[in-house]
């Protein structure tokens, strides 16, 4: 089976976490990912951001937003 895999950068919103910082990481990502891909200077994997968030006594990981970026 040929199955491609993302490359996956996760960052993690913790209570006090800034969000014009999770969104600016986000964003400078998707923006190196294009460069990358316009330069030929990338892999064939995409580019995977996700943002996480600690919930709950039990301290499950809960997944806020996935964004699978062009490679």
Known sequence: MNQKHAIEIGLIVYEKAQMAAV???????????????????????????????????EQQLLALFRAILIA
């Open 23 to 57: 969104l600016g990481l986000t964003d400078l990502l998707t923006v190196a990912s294009k460069l990358a891909v316009k330069r030929q200077d990338t892999t064939d994997l995409p580019l995977q951001v996700s943002h996480w968030e600690i919930k709950g006594a």
